[in-house]
Nanobody
Framework: QVQLVESGGGLVQAGGSLRLSCAAS????????MAWFRQAPGKEREFVAA????????YYADSVKGRFTISRDNAENTVYLQMNSLKPEDTAVYSC????????????????????WGQGTQVTVSS
């Protein structure tokens, strides 16, 4: 059974930092693009960041560019999201996702590209 399990969320003051992790099990995703999305209460799910299978290409939403960094460790089957300079508007449930296609060229911010999803971890930023 394929599982994506997020961790690292919590409560932080504005300007602070958090590092999210997404650990995959049940299969390797070392040749698959992965991404982070978030959903705030009453809002649509929003793309945050994506990374290609090798970690050599990344793609960010404008709202997080320069503050968030996505990375991966294929040996650990894990993807990370380093979040700095957090703002109250970053408050949301953050979920990771994996593309089932291997070695795909090009990254996407569309949720329909991704086939596997985690349950999410809550990030709350206080002002």
């Amino acid at each position: 059974q394929v599982q994506l399990v997020e961790s690292g969320g919590g409560l932080v003051q504005a300007g602070g930092s958090l590092r999210l992790s997404c650990a995959a099990s049940g299969r390797t995703f070392s040749r698959n693009a992965m991404a982070w999305f978030r959903q705030a209460p009453g809002k649509e799910r929003e793309f945050v960041a994506a990374i290609n299978w090798s970690g050599t290409s990344t793609y960010y939403a404008d709202s997080v560019k320069g503050r968030f960094t996505i990375s991966r460790d294929n040996a650990e089957n894990t993807v990370y999201l380093q979040m700095n300079s957090l703002k109250p508007e970053d408050t949301a449930v953050y979920s990771c996702a994996a593309d089932a296609a291997t070695l795909r060229v090009g990254l996407s911010g569309s949720g329909s590209r991704y086939n596997y999803w985690g349950q999410g971890t809550q990030v709350t930023v206080s002002s």
